[in-house]
């Protein structure tokens, strides 16, 4: 989810137009898949390059926190072709995408180095259901919102299928978001399940 359109982390105005998603030179949605590609790029890089930065702050015993800017930036929050489901477009679970991004008090918008490297770095850190997913030998429900408009779908399919669980249910809750604000008997039927599954297995 964070935004590539960041060069300086020092700096919160010095961005790449070309990757600022809610910027003047954005392309509308759908997005072209050469643009995706190049964004997901862009996005890595930057990461990266907070990587860097934390391995050297932990290297001269600098554990102080860092900001890290502008962390609300995922195009599927602004093309529901991406990874599709029920999910409005120009929505995310905090609310919109673009003011998320923007605000002081975002994802991940205060951290440490280690806390970078542990839970942010792609290189670095454990925090991978998918891959975690095929250590997982018990009883195990996996639950997909219809209409999440945070985790996409694709991420829990995943998860489901790598588990190496032999006792494993997915269940789909049509029309629900993250959070199920709002949502009384979509968070009802969620809790129902949930009780229903683990009282079958003692």
Not at 43 to 48: G, K, P
Not at 94 to 114: K, M, Y
Not at 176 to 192: F, N
């Amino acid at each position: 989810m964070i935004d590539p359109s960041v060069i300086e982390e020092d700096l919160s105005t010095a961005r790449d137009p070309a990757f600022d998603l809610y910027g003047a030179m954005a392309p509308e949605p759908p997005f072209d898949p050469a643009f995706i590609a190049s964004y997901r790029a862009a996005q890595l890089a930057r990461i990266r390059r907070i990587t860097a930065f934390a391995r050297r702050q932990i290297e001269r015993g600098l554990p102080d926190p860092f900001i890290v800017r502008r962390t609300m930036a995922d195009p599927h929050f602004l093309d529901s072709a991406i990874d599709p489901n029920e999910r409005p477009p120009g929505r995310c679970w905090l609310g919109v995408p673009r003011v998320v991004n923007e605000v002081a008090s975002g994802i991940a918008r205060v951290t440490t180095p280690e806390a970078w490297l542990s839970q942010w770095s792609i290189a670095d850190s454990n925090v991978d259901a998918v891959r975690s997913a095929s250590a997982i030998l018990t009883p195990l429900l996996v639950i997909e919102n219809g209409a999440d408009d945070a985790v996409p779908p694709r991420h829990l399919r995943d998860t489901f299928e790598t588990a190496a669980s032999r006792d494993k249910t997915y269940l789909r809750v049509p029309g629900a978001s993250h959070s199920y604000q709002g949502q009384p008997d979509a968070l009802a039927m969620v809790a129902d399940a949930v009780s229903a599954w683990a009282s079958e297995r003692h």
